[in-house]
């Protein structure tokens, strides 16, 4: 028997014991949808296995059992006998396989009459499904008689083959024993199989399975076969000793001129010499994961009819074998969804342009601690609209939600359970179990997986794992009296705070955020969250001093105050004791050289804590500089205050810089105070006059700019960058206010920018630098946005248009038809009852109207939606966030049309 | 009354109609560790506090290059803490799978007691020491109370 059917029957037989007992489990609990999908997935991955193995009789008899599991857990109704039936299919699996373990091969003959049978049932149970939809459905009687006698048949036709079955048992142990054994490269992983096959053979068999071992001693071998047991206990001794080694140190280290510390010295390389050994025998080349892959993609290649090449680079690369082993099924799954799904066949790249040769590339480095493994393949990419539909309708979120994520928060969707965007359900995937399985059992050893797709490209995974579970690196700290392992892996940068440096701690009310290259990072005080210290001790502490870890999970980026931090040390990670393990912060325990327990803190939980809103979303940062990929309803928002303790709030993306300038550096001129800023004059304009009269050294200054022209807006404090959905909703007479909105649960007043900009240049000299040259021409400007009536406007009559404001396009055109003349149609794209599109299309179709240049406005900047635009009769499309780029439109279309108008 | 005594709690602990356990004092009260349950006795040096932790972990400690869990006897029976400074006492526990130890004010002699001399906790002993208990010895001028250790280290769900 060749290795991969020998892996293939140790671990089939191992699938089919779990199928068997996690069946009857859920026969007695309908409810455990949980087990029923273990279940179906085992299948799944046997149908995939038998199927690239070339096991036909086996792959068969696997979907037809597949098909009728996914009736249950469509809901379908469980009854004995189905479960029986599936039991049975289960036996008869065993048979083959005990067959195909005794002479390598499937035993001749079909099994199409219990095929059949499944067939006829579960397409039974999914025609009633799909009839009557809601609840259960139940086979009806004579349903069950029928199957009832058909079990009959079948038991009568299982004791001849149970007879072979009881020799078989006998048999077929020793013979994958002897048979791996005598093929043992040497290569330790082998070993390791030789060692699960032997493991597998029941108890009794044991003798025999050593009788075999025996035998095969003749042959040379230069590797032996150690049990992973010994190992794990040599490591953990060599764990122990590497700590007393270090105690010994700290002891010699006390004392001057010691005779010991020649011998120490010794015993301390030979420690680490010992330690980087038995590290070694745990480290494997990924390499080993990766063997069975080219014959997969061969196999592959036959069945769906397709030519993919496969390039694996960094197979070298070395990693711990226990999260070798763990990452080989989710691999291969992988690499199947890939071909199946990925790579088009010849024709279909040919007729996109491609080489009619497909290309997965799997490859594999290091980077800090962690592996980095990539498959990627230059396959059709996945269809963003798609994956959004399949969600929508599979009820994992709503449209509504998914309209406020960006392309690759869509595709990670693909990782949800019970997601497939393929229609056909293919033999080799498609089924909706594999994305799911992969990311928990990736997930489940500490690493991280992410999808990149691009329509006609290709698709990439990106798996992060960590080298090895047992020993990492961690940043020791201290907090009050007690230190902590904060893992290195997490850990983006330090930061020492001070209050005069550039980098320092600022207060709002209780929460704390850190200035760090101009941007704000939520703040967590470890004493804090660990309930180490009262809050009376708390606000005592000195604000602006100590250490910030800038930790990174997942893309989100906050920041933990420590008091210390003392040196990056090898730790070796112990589990927690049982009623400790309940506490979320720490993820484990560990000693340090000085002979000390200290916990090591558990990132992830501590990220928990800050909660999403909190911290920055390096996506979201990244949004913003962009300026133009901004959702309406969710707007990335400055809150700061200014005269008083009500939080104020200004769109981020209108924002250019954070400034602080300090107070003997404004000067007062004629028209106000200004500042020299980047070699120009720049006018500082204080939010109110309280704002002034606080006696600091130096200012929080806004900056905004303009083409070439900036302002600054004087604040007290900057307080934090919040992602909300928000929504204006009280109007305000006061100037310099254009309403109130609930931002971060807070009432927060959002500034009106432009009524600043008008006090910093005076109206006259905004006209001309703010427009490009002041024309008279009145803009109809729609919008449904509250938010977006009140911010645009004033801009555009800055600018010096004339602007007419509706709120909706039903509006627009009532007020048109009255006699309302205007030069140029501003409209936002999204809105109700009628949109931007249909609203173009009316009055593009109106004689009177139709010469009216129009500009969309809108949230999306996809180069769909642009076509769409300029194809109803918009100039041109502009994103809502970009002033400056609408001024130039209004601009241009004005000039453009002046002839015509 | 005494020869409705149902032995079956101490018999668990006795051979040959003995029982032999380590003896503790926790604020005067002496209280007996069934000896096979007991893995050392040591004096505990620097306790690392788990913040967040129930009140009755002490923290964990090092004993010889094993993390083990602290469990203060004196907040597990709701007793007033031990005076600062005071010196304390570990027993080594035993559980089969993880390393407790329970810290106690300090550790006496090794007692065999017969089995008769032992009698069920009375009924209106408070729930925190009810609970830890498999009853009680009558010694000639003092009583023992009897650990059962099991139940001192499930206190967990008690806490929440």
Known sequence: MDELLSEFFSETIESLE?????????????????????????????????????????????????????????????????????????????????????????????????????????????????????????????????????????QGQETSSSQTQVNLVDEVPAENTVKTEASAEPIKQEEEKAETSAK??????????????????????????????????????????????????????????????????????????????????????????????PRLIRSLNQQLNKNIQIEMIGAETELDRQVLELIRDPLTHMIRNSADHGVEDSETRIAAGKTPDGKITLSAHHEGGHIILSIADDGRGIPVEKVADKVVRSGLATEAELAQMSDSQVLRYIFEPGFTTTSEVSSVSGRGVGMDVVRSNIELIGGSIDVSSKLGVGTSFIIKIPLTLAIISALIVQVGDNRFAIPQTNVDELVRAQANSEHRIETIDQTRVLRLRNRLLPLIDLSGILRMKSDQELNDKNENEGFIIVANVGNRLFGIIVDAVYHTEEIVVKPLSGPLREIDFFSGNTLLGDGSVILIVDINGVAKHVGSSASIETDDLAKISDGTDLDVSTSSMLVFTAGSNEPKAVPLAIVTRLEDIEVDRIESSSSGDVVQYRGRLMPLVYVNESVKMLDKKA???????????????????????????????????????????????????????????????????????????AQARSILFVDDSVFFREMLPPVLRAAGYAVTVCDSAKDALTLMENGGKFDVIVSDLEMPSMDG????????????????????????????????????????????????????????????????? | MSSNVDYSIINQYAVDGICEYVTVRVMDQLFGIPIRQVREVFTPDSITDVPLSASEIAGVLNLRGMIVTAIDMRVRLKLPPLPVGANCMAVGIDDGQESYCLLVDSVDEVMRLPVDSWEQAPITLDDSWAEISAGVHRLDRSLLVVVQVKNVLNFSKNAA
Request: with cysteine; net charge negative.
């Open chain 1, 837 to 901: 599109l249909e609203f173009a299309r009316v009055i593009k179709s109106n004689p009177n109207y139709n010469k009216i240049p129009m500009i969309a406005l809108s949230s999306f900047t996809a180069p769909a939606a642009l076509a769409k635009c300029k194809e109803v009769g918009y100039i041109s499309h502009v994103a809502k966030f970009d002033r400056h780029g609408l001024i130039s439109s209004l601009f241009e279309s004005i000039s453009g049309t002046g002839v015509a108008a």
């Open chain 1, 200 to 293: 597998k053979a029941p108890e009794t068999k044991a003798d025999k399975a050593e009788a075999a071992s025996t035998e095969s001693k003749g042959l040379k071998s230069t590797s032996i076969r150690v049990n992973m047991d010994t190992i794990e206990h040599l490591m953990t001794m060599v764990s122990e000793l590497v700590l007393t080694r270090n105690q010994l140190i700290e002891i010699v280290r006390q004392q001057d001129d010691n005779h010991f510390k020649a011998p120490l010295q010794r015993l301390s390389n030979i420690t680490s010499e010992l330690q980087e050994g038995i590290m070694q025998t745990r480290m494997q080349p990924i390499g080993h994961a990766w063997q069975q892959i």
């Open chain 1, 18 to 154: 779990v199928v068997d007992v996690e069946l009857v489990k859920f026969e007695q609990d309908p409810t455990n949808i949980a087990g029923l999908d273990k279940v179906f997935r085992l299948l799944h991955t046997v149908k995939g296995s038998a199927g690239f193995l070339g096991l036909d009789r086996l792959g068969k008899l696997a979907h037809a059992t597949e098909n009728l599991i996914d009736c249950f857990r469509d809901g379908a109704e469980v009854t004995d006998s189905l479960v029986s039936l599936t039991l049975e299919a289960i036996d008869k699996f065993k048979w083959i396989l005990e067959k195909l373990g005794d002479s390598g091969e499937e035993p001749e003959g079909d099994d199409q009459e219990i095929i059949d049978q499944l067939n006829a049932i579960s397409d039974g149970l999914r025609e009633k499904l799909d009839a009557g939809k809601p609840g259960t459905v139940s086979l009806n009687p004579e349903d069950d008689e029928e199957i009832q006698k058909l079990i009959k048949e079948l």
């Open chain 1, 699 to 773: 200012y929080h200054v806004l900056v905004f700019s303009d083409g070439d022209r900036s302002m600054g807006l004087i604040v007290d404090e900057i307080m934090d960058i919040v992602d909300d959905s928000f929504e204006v909703e009280i109007g305000s007479d006061e100037p310099g206010v254009l309403g109130s909105a609930i931002i971060d649960s807070k009432a927060t007043d959002i500034i009106d920018v432009t009524h600043y900009v008008g006090i910093a240049f005076s109206n006259e000299n905004v006209k001309s630098e703010w427009g490009h040259e």
